[in-house]
């Protein structure tokens, strides 16, 4: 979702020329609802952000920098392998009703309403050592759900880091072995496999509309499979995880043959397609429907919005024509039968509201095409995409035994994509298909138009399209973090909370520091704000066990008043830890203003030393 025509990506252009550009980098997203935000250039998606956030952009620009850097200068002759296996009990999907709108005939070709093949790509050197896997699978990372107040990068993330951890056997991203788990057509799929209930009825919520009767939409939540969401994350992300690790330890098939790629910019908002000799459609300016502020049984909305609305509301109408203005009459007939929440084409203050001119990408690695998808695509939405690519690509008979992945959220995000039949439903994904009815009818014409660019070698021939705008006055109406103060006689990073002198394993050691704004620590990609440690009888130091970014600990940051805050960081002791002695140490920064100047400075806590046994007769 970071703009790619931002000065951001000089450095690699000026380190490696005209090696790596728009036309073969491809940005997919594992994609999470728990991460930092602040890089949309566009106004809607910065307005739950405040705007801009350089601090939050700037990290995730040098990640991706660094990672194409390390993999140039890693460059070695190496081997691709596919694989392909089933994954069942990880996925539902979320609006039935609108999958179940698609013909009959279509929907009696397959067997699920969601997509449960994993698609594997493994990546080894020329002596057959694993260097790396890509996995695809279609499901929504959100079994993390709306309550939860901390960076996560949800089940996908989980999966990614289980795989990592056990081909590199060290700590998180140490290591050469690197595991992508990428999102698929995973638009109206959820982790949360045992449906919608009510919280707090704990009946199911309405089929039709996802709310309940009380409390409307809100309480509506998709339930996964664990006891929380905790459970359920690791549940989802351990079942995909083990079929991947399945996948990539039997896969033999390799991948052989020559690489192409395409890129094209589109002006998505004016796209005329013709679907047979006397009719043509067309694509409209983004708007959002009603049904969008529902939100979805993975998390609904605050207001009394539901699901499947083709009628507006004289109220939210009303109260949108004071505040923003009324949609125009075209574009109200344009997204029929969508009653129109925010016509956000047609809203460019302070700043275009959404983007219009989007990415088409496709790349072909010999037998595997990959296609980058600007959204979030459902199920059947995917299935047509893939098969018209298919058939385009094997017109002459040619790329036989071809496989076409959906890589979601790639590059830029213009919410879904919906069939046509899906879209007269209304449910989320339909309000959200911002480019009305026919935006896969668009998305398809596009991209078997690649396609035969490939297949004819033509594609120098093609028209790079219209360059998106690029925003230097984007704006930031986040408050700047205030000076840290902490309790009198206190020091930052001082224990307010100590451990217990002896835990056993399954146990959960907690510790509460006095803190600094975590924001204050700035790019933290190479540091962590917490260590668990191990003592070392033989060597008589301190080995590093777990971070941060380990799954087995979590790092609250606690906000008081008067500027005060606290940390508190849990260990989850897993049943493989040793017994042994072992110590929580917390590393932050915090601000103070000197002669009128703010300065940052650095600090650290430790806790006590505990031990952790078997049991807690064994530690006596």
Known sequence: HLPRTSSDWDE????????YHRQNVLLSGTHTHCGPGGYFQYTLLMMSTKGYIKSAVQPLVQAIVKSIELAHENMKPGRIFRNFGKLEQSSLNRSPQSYKNNPQDERDRYSEDTD???IVLKFTDSDGDGIGVLSWFAVHAVSMNYTNRMVSSDN???ASLMMELDKNQGLPGEGRFVAGFSSSNLGDVTPNTRGPYCANTGLKCDYLNGSCPVGGTKMCMGVGPGVDMFESTRIIAENIYKKTKELYSTAVEEVTGPLHFAHQWVDMSNVTVKINSTHTVSTCKPALGHSFAAGTTDGGGDLNFTQGAVEGDPFWDGIRDALVGPPSNETQACHRPKPILFSTGEMTWPLPWHPTIIDVQMLLIGSVAVLAIPGEITTMSGRRLREAVKQELQVDGGFRDLEVVIAGLS?????????????????????????GPHTLTAYIHKFTHLSRAIREDSVSGLDSGPEPPFFSNLFNLLPAATADRKPVNTSFGQVLEQVY???????VVSV??????????????DKTFVTVEKFDNNTKSWDVVHTDASWETRFHWLKGADRHSNTTVEWFIPDSAPSGVY????FGHYKEIKNFRPVILPYEGQSDEFTVAASYYSAT
Not at 501 to 507: E, I, S
Not at 512 to 525: E, K, L, M, Q
């Open 12 to 19: 690699p252009t000026q380190k490696f020329g005209s090696l």
């Open 512 to 525: 509460t520091f006095v803190a600094g704004n975590p924001r204050h620590s700035g790019d933290i990609r």
């Open 156 to 158: 996908m993330g989980l």
């Open 501 to 507: 002198p002896v835990y056993r394993k399954g146990d």
């Open 411 to 435: 590059n830029v995000y213009t919410h879904y994509i919906t069939t046509y039949e899906e879209y007269q439903v209304q449910r989320y994904e339909a309000a959200s298909t911002i480019f």
């Open 583 to 586: 110590r929580i140490r917390h």
């Open 116 to 118: 449960k093949q994993v």
